[in-house]
T-cell receptor, first 116, second 111 residues
Framework: DAGITQSPRHKVTETGTPVTLRCHQT?????MYWYRQDPGHGLRLIHY???????DKGEVSDGYSVSRSKTEDFLLTLESATSSQTSVYFC???????????????FGPGTRLTVT | GIQVEQSPPDLILQEGANSTLRCNFS?????LQWFHQNPWGQLINLFY???GTKQNGRLSATTVATERYSLLYISSSQTTDSGVYFC?????????????FGTGTQLKVEL
């Protein structure tokens, strides 16, 4: 299994509060991604990173920001949480590692966030 | 944008039966993955299959890139196969491999 952890695994917060979710990898992969999963929508890309301090927006980026100060850590921040951001958040990583060719993505265990 | 469509949306099987899940994707997709999300929410990689055929035990997958579809075959299904099966189409860019997911096939395998 790919070495990906997410923290916290569960969180309940109130509307208007800031929230930061952390993704940590031990695989030294260059690319990292944040997705959210909602009923009826599958998973949708929020933001992604292609290196330290290199990030860009995905399909549903409004209300979210990210940071990557180290290869192994990718943070997702909700500056002011809203009820519409209640969701399950997944982090993913992909290569290729040196000499490899595949960009296969591997997913972390997810964080269940509830905004009340 | 990228389109990824899966069928059927729901499937109920008796243990031991075989099934085929289908994924259609749009022109811009240049690689494809299949995942199984188990009842505990974990996403498990099944196949990374931009084209061709791969097999892993009772599961196999075929992607026909020129016709924009992929098939996932499950043979001799077991109750542990239950869950949601997702396909995801990817576009390779300088930013990595951005995936667009289908809405999934919910599979229930009964005794």
């Amino acid at each position: 299994d790919a070495g990906i952890t997410q923290s916290p695994r569960h969180k309940v917060t109130e509307t208007g509060t800031p929230v930061t979710l952390r993704c940590h990898q031990t695989e030294n992969h260059r690319y990292m991604y944040w997705y959210r999963q909602d009923p009826g929508h599958g998973l949708r890309l929020i933001h992604y990173s292609y290196g330290v301090k290199d990030t860009d927006k995905g399909e549903v980026s409004d209300g979210y920001s990210v940071s990557r100060s180290k290869t192994e850590d990718f943070l997702l921040t909700l500056e002011s949480a809203t009820s519409s951001q209640t969701s399950v958040y997944f982090c993913a990583i992909s290569g290729p590692l040196a000499g490899g060719k595949t960009y296969e993505q591997y997913f972390g265990p997810g964080t269940r966030l509830t905004v009340t | 944008g990228i389109q990824v469509e899966q069928s059927p949306p729901d499937l109920i099987l008796q243990e031991g039966a075989n099934s085929t899940l289908r994924c259609n994707f749009s022109d811009s997709v240049n690689n494809l993955q299949w995942f199984h999300q188990n009842p505990w929410g974990q996403l498990i990689n099944l196949f990374y299959i931009p084209s061709g055929t791969k097999q892993n035990g009772r599961l196999s997958a075929t992607t026909v890139a020129t016709e924009r579809y992929s098939l996932l075959y499950i043979s001799s299904s077991q109750t542990t196969d239950s869950g949601v099966y997702f396909c995801a189409g990817g576009i390779l860019t300088g930013g990595g491999n951005k995936l667009t997911f289908g809405t999934g096939t919910q599979l229930k395998v009964e005794l």
